[in-house]
T-cell receptor, first 113, second 114 residues
Framework: SQELEQSPQSLIVQEGKNLTINCTSSKTLYGLYWYKQKYGEGLIFLMMLQKGGEEKSHEKITAKLDEKKQQSSLHITASQPSHAGIYLCGADIGGTSYGKLTFGQGTILTVHP | DAGVIQSPRHEVTEMGQEVTLRCKPISGHDYLFWYRQTMMRGLELLIYFNNNVPIDDSGMPEDRFSAKMPNASFSTLKIQPSEPRDSAVYFC????????????FGEGSRLTVL
């Protein structure tokens, strides 16, 4: 079983629609990271959450950390084709603070114009 | 600043051949990680180094895989002999001990073993 479960595995939306991706951990989260990946490219850091209840936003992307549920959600408002890609959550499960991350399987997002 | 640099970007080889992947981490970073990404298993940590010393290689699939970090600016991941099931994208990432623990990834090396 995966230590980090992402849902859904894939998502197809129409441009302009809102969407949410979830990431649930089976272990205590010391830090939760969201990355975006375009096919054939590396991972681009989006944001990091550390404290329970923390919420961060960047442009139209908002991420929240629910520490009690050991879960994080990534919400995209008014999606655009540029949002398409693979979204991965990564977690610092060991409390290392130097980047040893366990990753979820990823969510493939397709945005139709 | 230059990011994490990996080479080659693409490698196609035949089963049984030796494959060497290379990585130059971001200057000043003291942690280096090798990850492997496949459709079936997602992104898996293979091995990581701290100050050029291997700390945890429990993710290395088998003895055919080896990794070295002879100095702070260079690391290699070697597969000998390669097998078709090794086909994947191999990522190198670096970081430094700090508040955020953010990983900086290279563009990856896509390996195809025929």
């Amino acid at each position: 079983s995966q230590e980090l479960e992402q849902s859904p595995q894939s998502l197809i939306v129409q441009e302009g629609k809102n969407l949410t991706i979830n990431c649930t951990s089976s272990k205590t989260l010391y830090g939760l990271y969201w990355y975006k990946q375009k096919y054939g490219e590396g991972l681009i850091f989006l944001m990091m959450l550390q404290k329970g209840g923390e919420e961060k936003s960047h442009e139209k992307i908002t991420a929240k950390l629910d520490e009690k549920k050991q879960q994080s959600s990534l919400h995209i408002t008014a999606s655009q084709p540029s949002h398409a890609g693979i979204y991965l959550c990564g977690a610092d499960i060991g409390g290392t603070s130097y980047g040893k991350l366990t990753f979820g399987q990823g969510t493939i997002l397709t945005v139709h114009p | 600043d230059a990011g994490v640099i990996q080479s080659p970007r693409h490698e196609v080889t035949e089963m049984g051949q030796e494959v060497t992947l290379r990585c130059k981490p971001i200057s000043g970073h003291d942690y280096l990680f090798w990850y492997r990404q496949t459709m079936m298993r997602g992104l898996e940590l293979l091995i990581y180094f701290n100050n050029n010393v291997p700390i945890d290689d429990s993710g290395m699939p088998e003895d055919r895989f080896s990794a070295k970090m002879p100095n702070a600016s260079f690391s290699t991941l070697k597969i000998q002999p390669s097998e078709p099931r090794d086909s994947a994208v191999y990522f190198c990432a670096s970081s430094f001990l700090g508040v955020t623990g953010e990983l900086f990834f290279g563009e990856g090396s896509r390996l195809t073993v025929l």
